[in-house]
């Protein structure tokens, strides 16, 4: 690999009581070989049922439901009983007693198509319990920009600076929906950035260590500048 970034957000404050996590996962990678396949694994206890780019995963009274946002990815899950030995690559190994009674059903992959060195995934995971299905959750990718990947889901929209150092210039996006959105926008150099999003204008300050913007503001295009 000659990049291999991985950013992960998660969020509690989700606006919806039903739903008490917001987590995402955000993969940028260069490979060096294109036929290099990159894959996101999710170890789960019991099997996930799959959907088109959404999984579900029921575990005694939760679930947790994850959507791949961006990437184009294949979902696919790998599990059931255990067999003798497990083939990686070329090398094949032989399982202990303890992992064909370690309890767990398998995994999912999440996996780019093969043929690009380059790949960017973006993955976003909510929990709630078993018996609810929470009404707008349905993860939209941010659209319009050339700097930035990111979704909203629900009332969160959280974005990534696609660079591989922080971002020190002035960058937009388009975030979908209607009245206020929660921002959480990763990949930001430190200190004061002015935000602007339709009339509505505001300084938002990214710490050091976290570079991290959170703020409130409308739907809409996004632009971000740095004071």
Known sequence: MERCDRRMLAVYDTGNSDVPLYFFVYDNMTAKDSKYQKVFLLHTVT??????KTATVVNGDGKLVLQNVVGNCTLSKVGGSKPANWAVGSKTYALTKDDKTDGYWGRLEVAT???????????????????KSPSGQTATAVTNSSSA????M?????????GASRAT??????????????????????GNWTVKVG??????????DGGLLVFTAPAGTVTLTPQ
């Open 169 to 190: 210039s002035s960058f937009s996006f388009t975030a979908s929906g209607s009245g206020n959105l929660t921002y959480y926008v990763s990949g930001v150099k430190a």
């Open 199 to 208: 009339s509505t204008t505001k300084t938002v300050s990214a710490s050091s």
């Open 47 to 52: 099997e996930p049922s799959i959907s088109g």
């Open 149 to 152: 990947t990111g979704t909203v």
């Open 154 to 162: 629900g009332k969160v929209a959280a974005v990534f600076y696609d």
């Open 113 to 131: 198509a093969s043929g690009s060195k380059s790949n960017i995934m973006l993955n976003a995971m909510y929990v709630c319990d078993k018996s």
